[in-house]
């Protein structure tokens, strides 16, 4: 590759770095059944200077039992060195149905033990769905939505009991 094309590849990408570095961050709540890929995902925004996450709510309905969902997530935050985020579940029963994972499918505390994550702090007094109403009612910007499950936190939230 010539000098000339290097330098312009190097410009470019300068370009668009800088822009994130300038920018506010946004808040996120993120909604997760913490399967594996949601710890990926969670990692990724967890070390984005770009994103500031101001709760995480675990759905005990998808991949993950509520205290195990709870707990890789409290040691996801640990493992960055994120700070205090609240985290919580609500349950492990469904809205509507059960079309639940099998349960040798699902992640349970000791899967989470076998992981070796550090020890975080302890999960919100709130329960999941009272978290997410008291985050997005008591932000002074609007809240990002990450919802990476089978959004029965969301679906509880926002649901026809509730009053926007």
């Known amino acids: 590759m010539s000098r000339k094309w290097c330098l312009l590849l190097l410009v470019i990408l300068l370009a668009v770095a800088a822009p994130v570095a300038a920018q506010e ?8 059944d913490m399967v594996t890929d949601d710890w990926m995902a969670i990692l990724l925004i967890l070390n984005d200077p ?23 997530a409290l040691g996801l ?6 700070g205090d985020v ?4 609500w349950t492990e029963k ?14 349970s505390m000791e899967t989470v033990e076998a992981l070796g994550l550090p020890a975080g702090g302890e999960p919100a007094e709130q329960n999941a769905v009272e978290l997410f109403t008291a ?27 509730r009053r926007w």
């Open 86 to 89: 609240p985290v919580s579940c």
């Open 77 to 82: 935050l640990a493992l960055t060195g994120y």
């Open 135 to 161: 985050t997005v009612e008591n932000s002074p910007e609007p809240i990002t939505v990450l919802a990476l499950g089978p959004l029965t936190n969301v679906g509880a939230a926002l649901g026809p009991s």
């Open 94 to 107: 469904p809205l509507m149905g059960d079309n639940a994972p099998p349960a040798e499918w699902r992640t």
């Open 25 to 32: 961050t946004r808040p996120v709540i993120v909604d997760t």
């Open 50 to 72: 770009a994103f500031s996450v101001k709760a995480i709510t675990v759905t005990g309905t998808g991949f993950a039992y509520c205290d195990a969902g709870v707990e890789v």
